[in-house]
């Protein structure tokens, strides 16, 4: 995937609220694609929710951002993808258990939940409450199935192929993403591939 202008992240960087509109802009087609493939069966509502969370936090993560590291604004971006789709999983699996997302894949950090649940904040941009979803990912039957078939898959399979297949992401990305080497993201994907072989056979033939 090819960066936004890193002009424009060093804008929103700085407090430059019209330049994190157009960040949101840039990627949220892109995020709400990850987060419905990685997720899946929950209801728009929640799909357009976590999405929303999603930009709140990178909002706030944004002043941590580093070019210096070397690290490509959308693998960071994904790794908080990856982090807050993960968690909100085990919240399903493990309600009372509290798991947060962390930016930088290791340590997990406090929020406030009651003052996020009472409403906007007045530092975060009002683009912020206006992230919209792909309409068309949930209208397809024949897309209906392939997500379902990607449903099935063990979570890191389906990470690897969504950020492999659905959002073009390099190797070397997706081993930064989910911490692992590239063999291994390797491995996954053609795992994931061959499951998705039989699952989808009846319908169409996976590459």
Not at 37 to 61: C, H, M, N, P, W
Request: glycine share 6%.
């Amino acid at each position: 995937m090819e960066d936004l202008d890193p002009d424009v992240i060093r804008k929103a960087q700085r407090g430059d609220t019209d330049a994190f509109a157009e960040i949101v802009r840039y990627y949220q087609p892109s995020v709400f694609s990850t987060v419905f493939r990685l997720v899946g069966g929950q209801t728009q509502s929640e799909i357009e929710d976590l999405a929303q969370d999603l930009f709140l936090k990178v909002y706030r993560a944004l002043p941590r951002f580093d070019y210096g590291r070397g690290v490509k604004f959308s693998t960071w971006l994904f790794t908080a993808v990856k982090n807050v789709c993960y968690d909100y999983l085990r919240k399903k699996r493990l309600p009372t258990e509290p798991l947060e997302p962390s930016f930088s894949g290791s340590a997990s950090r406090k929020k406030d939940k009651d003052k996020e649940a009472a409403g906007p904040r007045s530092d975060v941009p009002a683009e912020m409450h206006a992230v919209q979803p792909g309409h068309e990912l949930l209208s397809s039957e024949l897309g209906r199935k392939i997500g379902d078939a990607v449903q099935r898959l063990p979570p890191d399979q389906r990470t690897a192929f969504v950020l492999r297949e659905y959002q073009a992401l390099s190797y070397e990305e997706i081993a930064e993403i989910t911490e692992s080497s590239i063999g291994t993201v390797k491995s996954r994907l053609f795992r994931a591939k061959e499951s998705l072989r039989t699952i989808l056979s009846p319908y169409l033939a996976v590459r």
